[in-house]
């Protein structure tokens, strides 16, 4: 199973470093990169262009403000796209979020939320759970193990 995680620069790698941890915990290989859809558009289509041919089963792209990358990803590759919008300084990632999110018909991209990296590899999994049954059943544990974290607290809590 395999997986990509591309960046629009590596100053959103401290975010998408926790899409990288849950890959990691789930035991899925990936490749990272960092390319950009206005800084090297040639190697950005290059990227999604062999992505299938490389083994790439599902691809998680992040970047900010005019955050053209997961489009420009998913309009290149049949491989299915989760985009992160990252928050930016100037207007706090609504920028990167509506760039994201409001994709023209026949091209989507699965957009979680601002600075959304731990759900963009969740669902990553989900993705590829349906093909790999053993990460189903991972997945599955890691939200009996949320559950009982929460209802510990709970008791915790009310005792
Ligand atoms: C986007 O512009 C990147 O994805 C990043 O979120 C944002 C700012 O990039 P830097 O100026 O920090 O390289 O392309």
Redesign the pocket.
Known sequence: MKAAII???K??YPVVEKAEDILKEFGVDYELRVL?A?RTPRQAEEFARTAEDRGVEVIIA????A?H?AGVIAGNTPVPVIGIP?KTSDLGGMDSLLSVVQMPKGIPVATVAIGGAENAALLAVQILSVKYPELRTAFKAYKDKMEADILAIDAEMNA
């Open positions: 960046m629009g620069s100053s959103d950009s206005h992040a970047a900010g403000k955050a990358l990252m």
